[in-house]
T-cell receptor, first 116, second 116 residues
């Protein structure tokens, strides 16, 4: 595709509800990252995939957060039993190569999650 | 561990005036440094990056940054700003090639507000 696509753009969930956020990276991009951006803050790293392998999940805040990329393309970030502190914009980024080295990350517009 | 500090949360400036957005980092390993820009309702875009070589790095839209290892700084500058430069600017750091860390660590951002 032309860019990184994320859906839904906006999601309102009741506390305790499960949500799933989707990321379509640029075709052929090997690396995929998820970041969480709270209001007024910079993006915080959640997890990293190289193709279908999840190489780093050290940023996931709790075991309620789960990410997958089963075929090395589309990725889904799932949050179970959402809490109010999960309210944030969730950013997906992809890169052709080893992004952490070159920094050539291409970001989507994000999915804004509001937990009531 | 790596960290990035952007001391100025907001920088108001008049059109055609020069601007400097400050960034300081902390890391126990060699780093690569980046500036990203986020325009309203858009994803983050790479402005410029420092990997090695000349410490003065030129980016898009007339921006430049200087890497200062002794002061652990990577300040962003533009000699004359335009209204269209109004955006959120994020400084970021990643581990260099031999550190194995792929993810970017972002600062909290600086909102540049260009006034006519």
């Amino acid at each position: 595709g032309a860019g990184v696509s994320q859906s839904p753009r906006y999601k309102v969930a009741k506390r305790g509800q499960d949500v799933a956020l989707r990321c379509d990276p640029i075709s052929g991009h090997v690396s995929l990252f998820w970041y969480q951006q709270a209001l007024g803050q910079g993006p915080e790293f959640l997890t990293y995939f190289q193709n279908e392998a999840q190489l780093d999940k050290s940023g996931l805040p709790s075991d309620r957060f789960f990410a997958e990329r089963p075929e090395g393309s589309v990725s889904t970030l799932k949050i179970q039993r959402t809490q109010q502190e999960d309210s944030a914009v969730y950013l997906c980024a992809s890169s052709l190569g080893l992004a952490g080295i070159t920094g050539e990350l291409f970001f989507g517009e994000g999915s804004r999650l509001t937990v009531l | 561990a790596q960290s990035v500090t952007q001391l100025d949360s907001q920088v108001p400036v008049f059109e055609e005036a020069p601007v400097e957005l400050r960034c300081n980092y902390s890391s126990s390993v060699s780093v690569y440094l980046f500036w990203y820009v986020q325009y309203p309702n858009q994803g983050l875009q790479l402005l410029l990056k420092y990997l090695s070589g000349s410490t003065l790095v030129k980016g898009i839209n007339g921006f430049e940054a200087e890497f200062n290892k002794s002061q652990t700084s990577f300040h962003l500058r533009k000699p004359s700003v335009h209204i269209s430069d109004t955006a959120e600017y994020f400084c970021a750091v990643s581990g260099a090639m031999d550190t194995g860390r792929r993810a970017l660590t972002f600062g909290s951002g600086t909102r540049l507000q260009v006034q006519p």
